[in-house]
Nanobody, 118 residues
C-alpha cells in the first residue's frame, strides 16, 4: 500500500511564501510523475504543477513565475515552493503520484489547506 502525506500548509499574508512537502511511503518500486493540484469549494480540482521523474516541469498559467515544483527521488518526496502568494491561491492543495508498486496506479494525499489573507 502506498501513502502520500502532505505538510506545510497554513495561513500567510499576501506576498508571502510557503513550502509544501509531500512524502510517499509504502511498497514503492518507482515513482513516475508527481504533481500538485488545488481545489476550492464548489470548483473542480485543478492542476497546479507537475514534475516528471527526470525533472521536467509544467505549470498552470496562474502560478508561472511564482511557484516552483521540485522532487527528491531518494526521499520519494515532492515539494512546492510558493512565492508572491495571492488571496486567489487560497485552496486545499493535494499532491498525487504515479507509482509503480506490484501494479501501477495514481495515489493521492489527504490535502493541506493554504489560506492567503489580503
Amino acid at each position: 500500500q502506498v501513502r502520500l502525506v502532505e505538510s506545510g500548509g497554513g495561513l500567510v499574508q499576501a506576498g508571502g511564501s510557503l513550502r509544501l512537502s509531500c512524502a510517499a511511503s509504502g511498497t514503492i518500486f518507482r515513482i513516475n510523475d508527481m504533481a500538485w493540484h488545488r481545489q476550492t469549494p464548489g470548483k473542480q480540482r485543478e492542476l497546479v504543477a507537475l514534475i516528471t521523474r527526470g525533472g521536467s516541469t509544467n505549470y498552470a498559467d496562474s502560478v508561472k513565475g511564482r511557484f516552483t515544483i521540485s522532487r527528491d527521488n531518494a526521499k520519494n518526496t515532492v515539494y512546492l515552493q510558493m512565492n508572491s502568494l495571492k488571496p486567489e491561491d487560497t485552496a486545499a492543495y493535494y499532491c498525487n503520484a504515479d507509482v509503480s508498486t506490484l501494479s501501477r496506479g495514481i495515489y493521492w494525499g489527504q490535502g493541506t489547506q493554504v489560506t492567503v489573507s489580503s
